[in-house]
């Protein structure tokens, strides 16, 4: 048998390539498994950053969605793409009061995960508050990237009171620890915080969340919403799939601040001779024409803290919320009418 000294080497070197080679998606490929790798470089964090708020101020300024529409994502895109094209309508000319968004101060929280999609936290200071005492508050902006192609985009802002923001979890690098859509370790998976908040509006239940004015609040509020000739119904639906797929990082308190979404419906019926009102933005917004019903969609993004199962367990564990889940800030946007 003819033996290739030289093949042998070479096939011998591919395997070893095979075992260790950066794939296309950016992620190390070990036994055929991805390695953790930090979701992006800190000068990756700080152009992204950026690159939203250039094209933000852009498309604000002139009211144009086609300005940031490669630049945001998820519930953020869809609020913020539907509000400026509302907008657009009644000001053709654009935004006579625009003032320039300053996101500054920014910290980057990176998480370490295997594959995509890649996300990060920029913790910001923006110019639309008051530095300083109980107005001063912080921007939580998620930036999520699809693929090694793709480019970051912003998918979700919360705002918090500088004193809010918790202290995530860091390893010697670092780097966050980001968790588990199915996070059993966590008093609610993420996974479920959108089901278990839309549920609770419709009905009460799952009872996970501590009172304020988006949870128990908004219940009361709609219970006690009345108009002579009018009716209302609510629908609320969760929202988890593909770009709205709920995010979080573990807090050094066990807990986890988590982003989710959630989809809101609200029906208005007017008696015969009456007929609901349409103000500027919903009338951009709407199909359809209306006699005696109105219906509104939205779309919310939420900001909680979710205690760890134990605390929730009544292990006596401190996280000021009584081991229920904490909404910190809510944030939703009209996307869409419906006249009939």
């Keep these: 048998m003819t033996r290739h000294p030289g093949l042998g080497r070479l096939t011998a070197g591919l395997a070893t390539a095979t075992v260790l080679c950066v794939t296309a998606t950016g992620c190390v490929t070990v036994h055929g498994e991805l390695a953790v790798l930090p979701g992006a470089k800190k000068s990756e964090a700080a152009q992204a950053l950026k690159d939203f708020t250039d094209a933000y101020n852009a498309a604000d300024k002139a009211f144009d969605p086609a300005l940031d529409a490669d630049r945001v994502t998820g519930s953020l895109g869809a609020i913020n793409q ?27 929280v990176i998480p370490k995960k295997a594959g995509w999609p890649r996300w990060f936290l920029a913790d910001t200071d923006s110019n639309r508050d008051q530095d300083g005492g109980k107005l001063d508050t912080r921007w939580l902006v998620v930036f999520v990237r699809t693929g090694p192609d793709a480019q970051w985009k912003a998918a979700y802002l919360g705002v918090l009171p500088a004193s809010q923001v918790p202290e995530f979890v860091l390893d010697g690098d670092g780097l966050a620890t980001p968790v588990k859509p199915q996070d059993d370790e966590l008093a609610v998976a993420p996974a479920d915080l959108s089901a278990s908040y839309t549920g609770y509006l419709q009905n009460g239940s799952p009872d996970v969340f501590t009172p304020s004015t988006s949870t128990s609040g908004w219940r009361e509020t709609r219970r006690t919403t009345r108009r002579a000739g009018f009716s209302y119904q609510y629908v609320d639906q969760p929202l988890t799939g ?10 050094e308190d066990g807990g986890a601040l988590v982003f989710f979404n959630s989809k809101h419906f609200e029906r208005q019926v007017a008696a015969k001779g009456l007929r609901p009102e349409v103000n500027p933005d919903v009338k951009a917004l709407l199909t359809g024409e209306v006699n005696s019903t109105l219906t509104k969609e939205r779309v919310s993004s939420q900001l909680v803290h979710v205690p760890p199962r134990a605390a929730g367990a009544g292990s006596g564990a401190d996280t000021g919320s009584g081991g229920k889940v904490r909404m910190l800030n809510r944030l939703p946007g009209l996307i869409a009418a419906k006249g009939e």
């Design 82 to 108: 539907a509000g400026l094209k509302a907008r657009r309508t009644y000001n053709p000319d654009g935004n006579k009061a625009h003032k320039p968004l300053v996101l500054d101060d920014a910290t980057y």
């Design 242 to 251: 593909s770009t709205f797929a709920p995010l979080g990082l573990r807090t």
